[in-house]
C-alpha cells in the first residue's frame, strides 16, 4: 500500500510539472495550407476577394470594388478610444485609456493589425474591403458603405454611447444594412462578423489565455492558441494531431463569440437573431526569448437571407471591447459572463471577487484585502483545523502503539492493517483527519487561482517590491531564470508548517504533505503573484495557530468503550441529582 502511495504521488507531482511545461510552452507557427487566405493582414491590405457562393438563381455580393485610400478616424468615450480604418470597414483598435500598457501608456486592443472589428468577410479567414468612411462627429456615428458589382448596398453604422453613459463604457452598436434598390432580388450568402484579435498583453501573461470563446445555446466552448499547433505525448514523442490552421463550427444558435487574452476581451453579440457559426485562426505576433508568441483572431458567422427588390435588411450587433469586468459582462446579455472562465469552482471564485471587491472600497488596497480576506477565511475555519490539529496529536500519542503492531506484524502486511484500522477504531482516531482542513482548503485555493487569473481587478496593484499583483514578482533573473521572491517564501512557510505539525503514523499522509509546497511552488510560480501572497497568509496564519495549540497537554489515549462509560457515569449522577427516576 505505502509503495503505490508513493508512485501515485510520485506521478501526480510529474504530471503537474508536464501541464506547467505544456501550458507554458509557445508552439511554432502554423505552416500555409496551398489555397488558405490568411487571416493576419498586413497593415493597410485587405485579404483576397474570393468569389461567394450563388444562393439558387439570385447573385450575391463579391468582395470587388475599387482600392481605396487609407482613411482613420476615431471617437472617444471618457475611458476608450476607439479608431475606426476603411480598411475593412470596422475598428482598428480600442485604446483603453485607463488601463497600463508594457512598453505602451495605454493597453490598445486588437493592435497587431488583424482583420478589424465588425468587418464582413464570406468565407472563413477573409473580409471584403472598399468601404467609403463618414464620421458623425456630433452623434459619434461612423459610417461605412460600399456598392457590390450585382447593385446590394451595404451600410455599416457604428455607434459608440456618450460618455456619460456609465453601463455602456467599452462598448459599440454595430448595424449593417443590406438595402437592394434594384428590381430583382438579391440573396446575401451566409457572411461573418469579425471579432478581430488579441493577443497578450504583458510578456508573463499565460498562452491558454489568449482564446476563442464562443457560446451556442448556453454553453461555452474554449479555443486556446496551442489549440492549432502540432501535438504529441511528452517524453514519449507520439503525435495526437498535426498542425491545425483553422478553426470552425456550424451550430444553430450561437449567441456571441470573443476573442481573449488574460485581462481583456472582445465580445460580438447578435441583437436581433442568432449566429450560425464561427471561425478562428492563430497568428504570430512577436517574439519573446527566441520564442513564438501567438495571438487569436476570429469571427461570428450569420445566416445568409433573401433582400426583396426595393427593400433592405439589417442585423444588429453589439461589440464590447475592455477589460474582463465581470460585472460588465454581464449587463452585455445571457452567459457572456461566461468569458471569465472560472471554471469548476465558479461560483467559489464570484463569491471571492465580490469579497474582495467590497473589502477595497474598505482598505483602497488589492493587497491588503486579499490578506484579510485570507484571515476572515481562516478564522472561519478555524474550528474545523483545531479539531484536526488534536486529532493529529492523538495520532501522535498513538504512535508507540503503531510502532509496536507494526514491528510485531510486519511479516502479515494483511493481518496488520487490520490490527491497525482496529486500533483506530478502538480509540476513535481518524486517520484523515489532518487532510480534511486542506481538502477544504482545495476548492478555496483553485477559486483564488481562477478568479486572479482573469479578473482585472488587481492589474497594476502594488505591494511592497510586487509591482503589479497580477504578474509574476520577478526581481531579478539566474542565467535567464526568473527569480520571482514570494512563491519561495510560500514554499517555505509551507515547510515551516510541517516543521511543527503533530506527525501522525500514517506514512502515506506525511508522504503527501513532503510534495506539498513543490506541488504549490510549480502552480504559483509563473503566475499572478496575488495568488502567492493569498497563500503565503494563509501559512503564516496556519503557523500561529499551530504554536498556539502545540503546548496545550497531549490528549490522553482511552478506548472508546472506557470514554462511554465514563459519559454513562456521568449522566447517570447528573439524572440521579435531578431525581430523575
Known amino acids: 500500500m505505502d509503495r503505490k502511495a508513493w508512485i501515485a504521488v510520485t506521478l501526480s507531482v510529474l504530471g503537474l510539472f508536464g501541464w506547467q511545461w505544456y501550458v507554458g510552452k509557445y508552439h511554432t507557427p502554423p505552416r500555409p ?8 493582414p498586413t497593415p493597410g491590405a485587405t485579404a483576397a476577394p474570393t468569389a461567394t457562393p450563388q444562393l439558387a438563381a439570385v447573385p450575391s455580393p463579391t468582395a470587388s470594388g475599387p482600392v481605396m485610400e487609407p482613411q482613420t478616424e476615431s471617437i472617444s468615450q471618457e475611458a476608450v478610444e476607439f479608431v475606426f480604418n476603411n480598411d475593412a470597414g470596422g475598428i ?16 490598445s486592443l486588437n493592435r497587431d493589425h488583424t482583420f478589424p472589428v465588425g468587418a464582413i468577410g464570406f468565407q472563413p479567414g477573409e473580409v471584403i474591403g472598399g468601404f467609403d468612411l463618414r464620421v458623425d462627429k456630433a452623434k459619434d456615428e461612423v459610417f461605412f458603405s460600399k456598392a457590390t458589382s450585382d447593385g446590394l448596398q451595404i451600410t455599416k453604422r457604428f455607434a459608440v454611447p456618450p460618455a456619460k453613459d456609465k453601463e455602456k463604457l467599452y462598448t459599440v452598436t454595430l448595424e449593417v444594412a443590406f438595402a437592394n434598390p434594384g428590381t430583382t432580388d438579391l440573396t446575401v450568402p451566409n457572411f461573418f462578423i469579425s471579432t478581430g484579435g488579441s493577443s497578450p498583453i504583458h510578456a508573463t501573461d499565460m498562452p491558454i489565455y489568449t482564446r476563442f470563446d464562443w457560446s451556442h445555446d448556453g454553453s461555452m466552448t474554449v479555443v486556446d492558441v496551442n489549440w492549432f499547433g502540432a501535438s504529441s505525448i511528452p517524453l514519449i514523442g507520439i503525435s495526437l494531431h498535426g498542425e ?3 478553426y470552425s463550427e456550424t451550430k444553430p444558435a450561437v449567441d456571441w463569440a470573443a476573442v481573449t487574452s488574460q485581462y481583456f476581451c472582445t465580445v460580438i ?20 526569448n527566441n520564442t513564438s508568441v501567438f495571438g487569436m483572431q476570429g469571427a461570428l458567422g450569420m445566416q445568409g437571407f433573401t433582400v426583396p427588390a426595393g427593400t433592405s435588411v439589417t442585423r444588429t450587433f453589439e461589440i464590447y471591447s475592455g477589460p474582463k469586468e465581470l460585472s460588465r459582462l454581464r449587463q452585455l446579455g445571457p452567459n457572456q459572463d461566461h468569458a471569465m472562465n472560472f471554471g469548476w469552482f465558479g461560483f467559489v471564485s464570484e463569491f471571492l471577487l465580490w469579497a474582495m471587491n467590497s473589502l477595497h472600497s474598505v482598505f483602497g488596497s488589492y493587497a491588503a484585502s486579499i490578506i484579510v480576506l485570507t484571515l476572515l477565511i481562516k478564522s472561519a475555519l478555524w474550528p474545523i483545523q483545531n479539531k484536526a490539529t488534536n486529532e493529529m496529536r492523538k495520532m501522535a500519542a498513538l504512535g508507540p502503539k503503531m510502532t509496536e503492531l507494526r514491528e510485531k506484524l510486519k511479516d502479515d502486511p494483511q493481518k496488520m492493517n487490520e490490527e491497525v484500522m482496529k486500533l483506530y477504531k478502538e480509540y476513535g482516531v481518524n486517520p484523515l483527519s489532518g487532510c480534511f482542513p486542506m481538502l477544504i482548503q482545495i476548492p478555496i485555493f483553485f477559486g483564488f487561482y481562477a478568479m486572479l487569473g482573469t479578473a482585472i481587478e488587481l492589474r ?13 514578482d520577478t526581481v531579478g533573473h539566474l542565467l535567464g531564470f526568473p527569480i520571482n521572491l514570494l512563491p519561495i517564501v510560500m514554499a517555505g512557510t509551507m515547510v515551516w508548517q510541517m516543521a511543527i505539525t ?3 503514523g500514517d506514512a502515506m499522509q506525511q508522504r503527501i504533505f513532503y510534495f506539498m509546497p513543490i506541488i504549490f511552488l510549480v502552480f504559483c510560480y509563473n503566475y499572478a503573484s496575488g495568488l502567492a501572497l493569498y497563500w503565503t497568509t494563509q501559512n503564516i496564519f496556519s503557523i500561529v495557530q499551530l504554536y498556539l495549540t502545540r503546548n496545550t497537554p497531549l490528549p490522553t489515549l482511552e478506548k472508546k468503550s472506557v470514554i462511554a462509560k465514563r459519559e454513562a457515569a456521568v449522566t447517570k449522577k447528573k439524572k440521579q441529582k435531578r431525581n430523575i427516576p
Open 502 to 504: 503533530p506527525k501522525s
Open 33 to 40: 495550407t496551398p489555397g488558405a487566405v490568411s487571416a493576419s
Open 460 to 472: 497594476n496593484s502594488s505591494f511592497f517590491w510586487i509591482q503589479d499583483l497580477s504578474q509574476p
Open 244 to 246: 491545425r490552421p483553422l
Open 92 to 107: 482598428e483598435r480600442a485604446v483603453l485609456r485607463t488601463h497600463k500598457g508594457e512598453n505602451e501608456p495605454y493597453v
Open 269 to 288: 453579440t447578435p441583437k436581433d437573431t442568432k449566429g450560425t457559426a464561427v471561425w478562428a485562426r492563430r497568428f504570430e505576433t512577436r517574439k519573446h
